[in-house]
C-alpha cells in the first residue's frame, strides 16, 4: 500500500474554496482513497497546528475533510540533532539525512518536511509547492531511492492507475 506525506499547503489548499479546480479536487480525492483504505497519508505537528488556525465558523463549512485531516496519523518528528560523544561532555551532530536534504531543499521548513516524511519511510511527499519542492524532485527521487514529490493530481493518476 502507498504511504504519502502530506504537505502543510494541501490543508490550505482542501479548504480555501478560491482553490478549487485540478489540484484541489485531486487532494480531496487522495482523503477520499485514505477513508476507504486505498492509501496511508501522514501528516505531521507543524500541519496539525496549521489545521488548528483554521477558524471554527470556516472549519464547520469543510467538516468532514477537517475531521478525516484530523485522523490522519502524524509521524514522529525525529531530531535533527543528536548528542553523542566519547567524553564526559557529548556534543552534537547533525542528522546525516538532514545534513543531506541542506544540499538539495534550501527552506528550513521544507527541509523539515521532507526530512520527518523520509523518516516516517513514506514513498511520496503530496505537495502543490513548486517552487521550493517540486523543482527538486529529480534530485530528491535520486538520491532517496525513488522517493516521489507529486502535486496531488500527479499523485492521484498513479495510485488509482496502479489499482490501488
Given amino acids: 500500500m502507498y504511504t504519502a506525506y502530506l504537505d502543510t499547503c494541501?490543508?490550505?489548499l482542501i479548504v480555501n474554496?478560491?482553490?478549487?479546480?485540478?489540484e484541489q479536487n485531486a487532494a480531496i480525492k487522495?482523503?477520499?482513497l485514505y477513508e476507504k483504505t486505498k492509501i496511508n497519508l501522514v501528516t505531521s505537528d507543524t500541519t496539525l497546528a496549521k489545521i488548528n488556525k483554521i477558524p471554527i465558523d470556516f472549519r464547520s463549512n469543510h467538516k468532514n475533510i477537517f475531521l478525516?485531516?484530523?485522523?490522519?496519523?502524524?509521524?514522529?518528528?525525529?531530531?535533527v540533532m543528536d548528542l553523542i560523544g566519547m567524553g564526559i561532555i557529548p556534543f552534537p551532530r547533525e542528522e546525516p539525512l538532514f545534513t543531506k536534504l541542506k544540499s538539495i531543499i534550501p527552506?528550513?521548513?521544507?527541509?523539515?518536511?521532507?526530512?520527518?516524511?523520509?523518516?516516517?519511510?513514506?514513498?511520496?511527499?503530496i505537495t502543490t509547492d513548486i517552487k521550493t519542492i517540486l523543482i527538486y524532485r529529480k534530485t530528491l527521487e535520486k538520491e532517496f531511492?525513488?522517493?516521489?514529490?507529486?502535486?496531488?493530481s500527479e499523485a492521484v493518476s498513479l495510485f488509482c492507475?496502479?489499482?490501488?
Avoid at 145 to 150: C, P, V, Y
Fill in 145 to 152: 531511492n525513488g522517493f516521489l514529490a507529486l502535486k496531488p
Fill in 161 to 164: 492507475t496502479e489499482g490501488s
Fill in 107 to 125: 527552506g528550513d521548513a521544507d527541509r523539515q518536511h521532507i526530512f520527518n516524511a523520509l523518516v516516517a519511510k513514506c514513498q511520496y511527499f
Fill in 17 to 22: 474554496k478560491a482553490e478549487a479546480g485540478l
Fill in 30 to 32: 487522495l482523503l477520499q
Fill in 10 to 12: 494541501i490543508v490550505g
Fill in 68 to 79: 478525516v485531516l484530523k485522523n490522519i496519523p502524524v509521524c514522529q518528528q525525529k531530531r
